[in-house]
């Protein structure tokens, strides 16, 4: 079993910026993805980004340019980068990690964007 946990999330401006992390125990494999979804309400949860356990990197055209992932493989760990925020990133934001046992989630963190 993995747990993924996140933290980070909160309250901020438009045009402010979080960091969002996430971290992830117990049976890890060397080889994952780990990665970033958010849900806004009455919306479908949907792709921020992915970073594989070599460095590679993929975000949701609605981010590029302003969202950056990345992450410290000694300390399981992934981190969201958002900046230039808009209301419209506002939502909750999962953390996943997935290997060959499967997909984890976590368990959400809110992030609010006030205009």
């Known amino acids: 079993q993995v747990q993924v946990v996140e933290s980070g999330g909160g309250l901020v401006q438009a045009g402010g910026s979080l960091r969002l992390s996430c971290a992830a125990s117990?049976?890890?494999?060397?080889?994952?993805?780990m990665g970033w979804y958010r849900q806004a309400p009455g919306k479908a949860r949907e792709l921020v980004g992915t970073?594989?356990?070599?460095?590679?990197?993929n975000y949701a055209d609605s981010v590029k340019g302003r969202f950056t992932i990345s992450r410290d493989n000694a300390k399981n760990a992934v981190y969201l980068q958002m900046n230039s925020l808009k209301p419209e990133d506002t939502a909750v934001y999962y953390c996943?990690?997935?290997?060959?046992?499967?997909?984890?989630w976590g368990q959400g963190t809110q992030v609010t964007v006030s205009s």
């Open positions: 970073i594989t356990s070599d460095g590679s990197t």
């Open positions: 117990g049976n890890i494999f060397s080889i994952n993805v």
């Open positions: 996943t990690y997935r290997c060959r046992l499967g997909v984890y």
